[in-house]
Structures are given as structure tokens and as C-alpha cells.
């Protein structure tokens, strides 16, 4: 059987790696409690399976768990998560002195199909933010920003709903966005944009008052948004002019990048908007646009 005293241990190492995770490189709560999730699943594993810890797991041992994991149809993406949660794990153990070898250094992640981006198309956004009608009051104009900020600027939905009144400057016409592990970057207003939250921030201030919360969306009641507030706003009014099959914050942001590199922007520069840490998650953007010239050359070529 398993001693308390390996079992007490592995739970100090957990907890020691989560703290690092969630103050050492400021990931989000969310991202922690998966990574603590997984660190669970596979201790339980070992412990049924064989009668161990994963101090002393062996890469076959992973394996095998691995192995299980897509035996029941879990997709490569979840897999190669729990695989990026082990990895930072042990690495995490070898830094600090408590293991000698890792033990993933022989798992090889598997292959994840690329799938293109869903993203609405220019005129059904144009058409949505131009010529839908929005109510004029609070509720109107706040929903109306939430649109316009998602797709004029691309930012994630954890970073729209962590927005004050503090990284907005009008007289710039720039947002200070803080994105993951605490990163920050400008990302541009464009005229329209200003305009709404100009609107929205006097009426905002004409119904509430000075915000206490320092948040710039919030609900009616005067609380800050929470996602699935913000999810329910995008999936309603994309709904009223779109057909694709997903209808969340993140098609906006695709949206925002598709057809910002469609309209010829430098693939560097809309990395930079992102907020992606490298170029590999820019260029999947970049197949859109591939589809794109097939599609036009499909029509106009006489041999096509």
C-alpha cells in the first residue's frame, strides 16, 4: 500500500507547483484548477493502476494513461493538455531538486488536426454593428460596445471583462489590455468605437453614478460582467445575422484577425494585437486567407 507519508508528499508538491503557477507565472485561476485537475486524474490512475505516486511514475506508466485517455475519445487537444500540465509538473520537481530525471522526456504528444478558425464574414459584422438597431439606453449601448470592443480590437473575453475605466484614453484613442501571465499591450480605438463608449460611459455615469467596482462593463444591476453574461450578449446578436455554427466572444476575435489579414495587415503587427506569445499561433489565420484566394480565383479563372 501507498504510505501517508508519499501520499502527504505528493500533495506538498502540488500544492508548492500550484502557488508557483498561479503567483509565480500569474496564470489565471481557470488554468490552475486545470492544472490541478489533471495532477489529480493521474495520481488516482497510478494509485488504482499501479500502486504508486508520480514521483515514481515511469514514462511506460504515462503512457498507459495516455493511452486510456484516447481510448475513450478524448480529443488530442485535452491530451496534450494533460500531457502540458504533467511536463510543467516534473519540470517544476527537476528545478527545485526533487526529481532526476522526467519522466515525460520520452511521451510524445499526439498530432492535433488543425481546424480553420470560424469567423463571421465582414459584411454580416458590418451589417450587425452598423445596421441592427440598438435600443438607445444602457443596456442597448453596453451590448453594442461589447460587439464593437470584440471585434475592432480582438481581445480575449477574460481581458474584456477585466477592462477599467483606468486603461481606456479616449484622448488616445488606445486601450491598455492585460493579457495572459500578466502581460500588457495598446491596442488602437478605432473612430466608431470611440464614439459608442463615449456614449456608453455618459450614460453609464447617468445611471449608476460614479462605478465603484472601477469596471467599464457592467451588468444592469451594477456589478462587473461575468463570461457567461458577456457569452449570452454575443450569442444573441450573432444569431440574428449569421449562420455559423459557433456564436461565442472568441469568433469575434478570429473575426477581427481574419479580416484584418485579409485586408493585407502584417501578420507581425496582428500577432502584437493578439497578444500571441509567438507567430505559430498568428499564422493559423493565415489558411483563412489561403481559402479565401482559392475561393476568388475559383470564380474568376475560365479553367477553374
Not at 498561479?22 to 489565471?28: L, N, T
Not at 456589478?223 to 457569452?231: S, T
Not at 445575422?241 to 484577425?257: C, D, E, G, M, Q
Request: with cysteine; hydrophobic share 35%.
Amino acid at each position: 500500500m501507498i504510505t501517508l507519508a508519499k501520499d502527504s508528499s505528493f500533495i506538498m508538491q502540488t500544492d508548492d507547483f500550484l502557488h508557483y503557477l498561479q503567483y509565480g507565472k500569474r496564470y489565471s485561476s481557470h488554468t490552475v484548477s486545470g492544472y490541478k485537475t489533471d495532477l489529480k486524474q493521474f495520481s488516482d490512475y497510478l494509485k488504482d493502476a499501479f500502486n504508486t505516486t508520480p514521483q515514481q511514475a515511469t514514462s511506460q506508466q504515462i503512457r498507459n494513461w495516455l493511452s486510456g485517455l484516447v481510448a475513450v475519445k478524448l480529443s488530442a487537444k485535452t491530451v496534450n493538455r494533460k500531457i502540458s500540465s504533467l511536463n510543467s509538473f516534473y519540470q517544476h520537481l527537476s528545478k527545485e531538486g526533487k526529481m532526476e530525471t522526467n519522466p515525460m522526456a520520452k511521451v510524445t504528444p499526439p498530432k492535433i488536426p488543425r481546424k480553420l478558425p470560424a469567423y463571421v464574414s465582414a459584411t454580416n459584422m458590418q451589417t450587425l454593428i452598423e445596421d441592427f438597431e440598438f435600443s438607445h439606453d444602457f443596456k442597448g449601448l453596453r451590448d453594442k460596445l461589447i460587439l464593437e470592443t470584440f471585434y475592432c480590437t480582438g481581445i480575449r473575453l477574460s481581458e474584456l471583462t477585466g477592462l477599467k475605466h483606468t486603461d481606456i484614453s479616449l484622448s488616445k484613442g488606445a486601450i491598455r489590455v492585460t493579457g495572459k501571465g500578466n502581460k500588457e499591450r495598446i491596442v488602437p480605438m478605432v473612430e466608431e468605437l470611440k464614439s459608442t463608449l463615449a456614449q456608453y460611459l455618459e450614460e453609464k455615469k447617468r445611471l449608476l453614478g460614479n462605478d465603484p467596482t472601477g469596471y467599464i462593463f457592467v451588468t444592469d444591476k451594477g456589478k462587473k460582467v461575468y463570461p457567461k453574461f458577456v457569452y449570452r450578449v454575443v450569442n444573441f446578436y450573432l444569431s440574428t445575422n449569421t449562420t455559423v455554427s459557433k456564436r461565442s466572444p472568441h469568433v469575434l476575435r478570429h473575426s477581427f484577425a481574419t479580416h484584418m489579414l485579409n485586408n493585407g495587415a502584417d501578420i507581425n503587427a496582428i500577432k502584437e494585437l493578439l497578444g500571441h506569445s509567438s507567430l505559430s499561433a498568428t499564422e493559423v489565420y493565415t489558411h483563412n486567407t489561403v481559402e479565401k484566394i482559392k475561393s476568388v480565383y475559383k470564380q474568376a479563372h475560365p479553367k477553374a
